[in-house]
Structures are given as C-alpha cells and as structure tokens.
C-alpha cells in the first residue's frame, strides 16, 4: 500500500448553509449549519479515505477553531499531524440562497505562519518514513515563499512523487524545482505561460513546452464541466464527463486531485488515473454545500467516462 502525505499551508473550518434570500439589512433564519474540515491537502485526504486509502494530513492548527479543525479531522478517522501554530485557524462560510439556487463563498484571510512554524511544519514531514507521494494542495499563506518548494527537496531522499495544486508565484517555484504532476485551470497555465488568456487550443501548446523547458513530468488542465486535458511529454488526452445538474462546485478541484493520487497509488497507468480524478471531480459537484465526493457516484461516473472514451476511440 503506498503511503500518501497531504501538506496544507492554509486549511480551515468550513461552515455551510442555506436561506431562502440574502437581504441586507434584515435579520435572516439560516438552516441548521454544516460544519466540515477545510483546506486543499485536508480535502484531499479526505476524499482519499472515501475511495478506500488513508492519507496523513499535516497542517497547521491554532486556537479554539484549530483545536476544532482537529475534532473534525479526528472523527473522520484520518491520520493527521497538525502542527500548533500562534494564530487562530481561518474559518470560511459558504451560503446557498434557495430561492436562486446561488452560493456565496466568504473565505477568509489566510493565517499568517512564522518562520519556526514553517520549519516545524518541515521537519514534520521528515517523520514519515518511506513515502510515496507528497500532495501539496491549496494557497500559500502570509509568512511562507513561494520557494518553499525547494524546501520540500526532501521529496528527492523519500523518491516520493510530488503533486502540487496550488496558484500564483508558489506554482511557478514549483515547476521550476521539481513536480510530478500539477493541476492548474486554464488562467493558472496561462499564466505559467506568460500570458493573460490562452484559448482551449493553446493548451497542449503551451502545456508542452511547460514540461519541455521546465521541471515538470504531468499537467492535468481543468476544463470545469467540461472534464480536463492530459498532457504529458508524449501524450495528449482530453477527458470529458457525462453531463450532470451542478449543485455546488466546492471542493471539486481537490476531489479530482485525490482521484488521481488514489488511482495512481493503486498501479493505475496516468490515463486511468486522470478519468478517475474527473470522475471524483464531477461526483462532487453532485452534492450541495462543502459535501465532497462519495465513492458510489465517482465508480458510476468513471465507467461512463470511459465508455466515453472508448467510442471516441472506435470513432477515431
């Protein structure tokens, strides 16, 4: 079995619910609130016990919604190693009015983490013995570099193959030192590229010389509803979903991360494993609120996906 390690920088408690009209100025009768473990690496992790994997989640925690974070993390049986931190952990709130059927997403500032939090962070990871794969996922708060990437060199001592799902100038630093795979919508690619906007057209393009001029083996682009592209040195593979009614599109992106890792870990070759993510990806977006992926609907979508694909390849 391989062993899978989930670092979120930034994680969070995410609450959730609903009104029938967001009014300003009005006092409003909420439902009964959700309240779920947040954060891309804990997501990530979290989908993974779903499918059937463990994964060890190490993030910071401080405070009285750290100290809930970690409550939450418990009864869902994952491993975990959080890591105290001065500061309180952010929370965020989520909101879906009924009577549009809308969601307003309020996330919350970042924690700031300090120097020695970010190097017992570090040497945390030092800890975990023999791993397979290192999934970074999520923002990079106040107080970290994006150079931290070069900090997880260690991934090189483990032979661990690291995945990155994050945005900005801490993607960048990634690709430059090292990764397996990355996961980046088409604004991120875009700008990894240098440019503001690519077409859908211009993505193995660019993609390519990416992974040709860069340090990067895999790039799965999101495409949203309409699933991903694979791209690798030698292989170009668009993966498109069957069509569903979107509920809420929150934490998709980390559901589609966790599928590929899950079936990566299981000797999946990288085709495979990127219909598996978009087939997690697109389970999640089947329920409402900060609910993620359930293992029934990904196994349903992931043979459609790939009855998909193969009469496109019978058409080809």
Do not use: W
């Not at 995410?14 to 947040?38: A, N, Q, V, Y």
């Not at 799965?220 to 069509?243: C, D, E, H, R």
């Amino acid at each position: 079995m391989s062993t899978i390690l989930t670092i979120t920088f930034s994680p969070c408690v995410d609450k959730s619910f609903s009104i029938p009209e967001l009014i300003p100025e009005k006092k409003l009768r909420t439902s009964i609130p959700k309240t779920e473990p947040g954060g891309g690496g804990i997501n990530v992790a979290r989908v993974l016990a779903r499918l059937g994997t463990n994964a060890i989640a190490l993030y910071p925690s401080g405070g009285y919604t750290g100290q809930a974070l970690d409550e939450l993390i418990a009864k869902e049986h994952i491993p975990a190693i959080p890591v105290k931190t001065r500061n309180e952990t952010r929370e965020n709130v989520i909101v879906l009015e009924t009577s549009t059927n809308k969601q307003f997403r309020f996330t919350m500032p970042a924690t700031s983490l300090s120097e020695k939090e970010i190097e017992r962070l570090l040497e945390s990871i030092e800890h975990v013995k023999k791993l397979d794969f290192i999934v970074v996922s999520g923002s990079l708060p106040a107080g970290i570099a994006p150079n931290i990437f070069s900090r997880i060199a260690i991934v090189g001592k483990k032979k661990a193959k690291l995945v990155v799902d994050t945005s900005g100038e801490g993607l960048k630093y990634a690709v430059d030192q090292g990764v397996y795979l990355i996961k980046p919508n088409i604004s991120e690619l875009a700008y990894l590229a240098g440019k503001e906007y690519l077409h859908t057209n211009e993505i193995v393009h660019h993609a390519k010389s990416i992974i040709k001029t860069k340090n990067c083996e895999i790039i799965v682009v999101s495409l949203n509803a309409a699933g991903a592209v694979l791209i690798t040195k030698n292989a170009t593979v668009a993966v498109t979903p069957p069509a569903v009614k979107v509920k809420s599109t929150v934490g998709a992106g980390d559901s589609m991360v966790a599928g590929m890792v899950f079936a990566l870990s299981r000797g999946d070759d990288i085709e495979t494993a990127s219909q598996y993510g978009v087939a997690c990806g697109t389970a999640a977006t089947l329920n409402a609120g900060t609910e993620l992926c359930h293992k029934k609907d990904v196994e349903v979508l992931f043979n459609q996906i790939r009855s998909l694909s193969n009469k496109a390849l019978l058409k080809s």
